[in-house]
């Protein structure tokens, strides 16, 4: 384990956490380093439901998350506040192993546009995101951008 690392194993990870298919991360400032703990127990598999709002992923954290085969079961992902930009939502428009994802959440990252034309060029099944308070996208016959007041 590396001095960084403020989890002895994963299992300190999910401790108290996970609650049936849900794994409720927020608020945890999870660096790269230790999520890499996550992406490489093969108990990420009983996950549908992920929640990592308010960390410290970045682009590299959502790089390792994009290429993580465990997630496959992933249909709800929460990377609000993770100081994610364009580039680390190119990395998810291009992860092989969410094909399952259906809602994502973005709000309060530095995203400017691209990454988000990514997402909705993408084959996910992707059918609803956040990208900031009041502005959520969902997929019905195209993508369509619907003000929340």
């Not at 970045?58 to 930009?85: H, P, T």
């Not at 364009?86 to 094909?99: I, R, T």
């Not at 019905?140 to 619907?146: I, N, T, V």
Request: charged share 25%; hydrophobic share 35%; aromatic share 8%.
């Amino acid at each position: 384990m590396n001095e960084n690392c403020r989890f002895e194993n994963v299992e300190a990870i999910f401790e108290g956490r996970l609650r049936g298919n849900q794994l409720m991360l927020s608020g945890k400032g999870l660096t790269p380093e230790e999520a890499r703990l996550l992406w490489q127990t093969p108990r990420m598999r009983e996950v549908s439901w992920l929640d990592l709002d308010d960390n410290n992923l970045g682009d590299q954290g959502v790089k390792e998350l994009a290429e993580c085969a465990f997630l496959e079961n992933v249909q709800y992902l929460n990377l609000n506040q993770n100081n994610v930009s364009d580039e680390g939502l190119k990395f998810l428009a291009n992860a092989k192993f969410l094909s399952k994802l259906k809602r994502l959440h973005l709000k309060g990252n530095p995203i400017k546009g691209e990454g988000v034309i990514a997402l909705f060029n993408s084959e996910m099944s992707l059918s609803t995101f956040q990208v900031n308070d009041g502005w959520t996208c969902k997929k019905k016959e195209g993508w369509r951008y619907k003000p929340q007041v």
